[in-house]
């Protein structure tokens, strides 16, 4: 799958390292939904068998692992990027906000009253895929680490402050 999408994003861009990326991402995002997801992962689309390790069947670790996974790739953004405006460094707290709001919503709030309201939320959740293209059109690539920084190390404080 993550082949024909890259293969998809080459035809329409003409840009090959990105259309490594967009397959890579499908790759990596499967890997990243194997450890949570109950055994119902297809191996491929034509395979029969399904796996995941079901780490959803615990409340705690899916917790744990989800908030790692976010914070994680906040510290990788915080490293990698710097806003080039007011837009660059709020609008990527107000998602980030958004987000860990609907993540702790999912478990102290009432579940969803139809499969029909369930649908349209989880619809509306593509939002952030424009949401997150208008960020990332507000930051830069840092290619060189700032004064007293490195890109190695793990973020401190700080470095969340400079956004």
């Not at 499967?30 to 491929?44: A, E, I, S, V």
């Not at 034509?46 to 914070?71: D, F, H, M, Q, Y």
Request: proline share 8%.
């Amino acid at each position: 799958m993550g082949r024909l999408l890259g293969i998809g994003y080459y035809a329409v861009r003409r840009y090959r390292r990105g259309a490594w990326v967009v397959g890579a991402a499908v790759v990596s995002h499967w890997l990243l939904d194997l450890p949570m997801h109950r055994p119902d992962l297809q191996l491929t689309p034509w395979s029969s068998r399904r796996v995941g390790l079901g780490a959803w069947n615990s409340i705690p670790l899916t917790i744990l692992l989800e908030t790692l996974v976010l914070g994680v790739g906040l510290a990788m953004c915080a490293r990698t990027t710097r806003p080039r405006d007011a837009a660059g460094r709020w609008a990527l707290w107000a998602m980030v906000a958004m987000l860990v709001l609907i993540f702790v919503s999912g478990f102290i709030g009432a579940p969803p009253p139809s499969e029909r309201a369930l649908a349209l939320f989880t619809l509306g959740l593509w939002l952030f895929v424009p949401w997150g293209y208008w960020i990332d059109r507000h930051r830069t690539v840092v290619t060189t680490p700032t004064e007293g920084s490195s890109l190695l190390r793990p973020p401190t404080p700080e470095d969340f402050m400079k956004q």
